[in-house]
């Protein structure tokens, strides 16, 4: 099932969703394009920051976010043992702070609006034959997995914890893999239904 935004509206609720995909966008571009790891770990705080500010609510989502500290270790670590520990620490920061943006955006926006953005910001697009109705709506889609990624990994863990008293860990991936596939297909059955193609 797809995550919904928080029901306690915040500030970020109030932003337009057209804003706040500018700002993801931007935001995105700039964790491709910074290399220095001081910048990126300032980017990070700030993020934290923001998603701090959304209330006890979001707090509380936090534990969902457990499994992408995880992974971010895991990729530091993978490069600090072939020898490069700054580029782990930058692939790292980035993987988290790209991640919690999506997140901040899926707490607070609508579906609805945010596939109305993407529409428009798409639109040009129909000159060309795009059918650009559906590749906003598979961005949309994209955009909202994350959150259930998210799930899905904490609901493994907390029954592999539940199980053996230890983290899954990267033994996770691949029920993981195979439980969003199948996420995946229950969507794709339904949009079928729904679309009647």
């Avoid at 530091?76 to 580029?87: E, I, L, S």
């Amino acid at each position: 099932m797809l995550n919904r935004p928080i029901s306690n509206e915040s500030w970020l609720h109030r932003v337009p969703a057209s804003l706040k995909l500018l700002v993801l966008g931007i935001c995105g571009s700039a964790l491709a394009l910074v290399q220095d790891w001081r910048w990126l770990a300032a980017g990070l705080t700030i993020t934290l920051l923001a998603y701090a500010s959304l209330g006890s609510v979001a707090r509380q989502q936090a534990r969902h976010l457990r499994p992408l500290v995880v992974m971010a270790a895991a990729i530091a670590a993978f490069h600090a043992w072939q020898g490069a520990p700054a580029v782990g620490g930058a692939s790292a920061l980035r993987l988290l702070t790209g991640v919690l943006l999506a997140t901040l955006l899926t707490l607070t926006t609508r579906f609805d609006d945010l596939l109305d953005v993407l529409e428009k910001l798409l639109q040009p697009l129909r000159r060309f034959g795009v059918p650009t109705a559906r590749v906003a709506l598979a961005l949309a889609l994209v955009l909202r997995f994350i959150a259930v990624f998210h799930q899905r990994w904490q609901r493994l863990d907390d029954a592999h914890r539940a199980r053996t008293g230890r983290a899954g860990g990267l033994r996770l991936m691949a029920p993981l893999t195979i439980r969003t596939l199948q996420t995946a297909e229950h969507v794709a059955d339904a949009l079928t239904a729904r679309l009647g193609r």
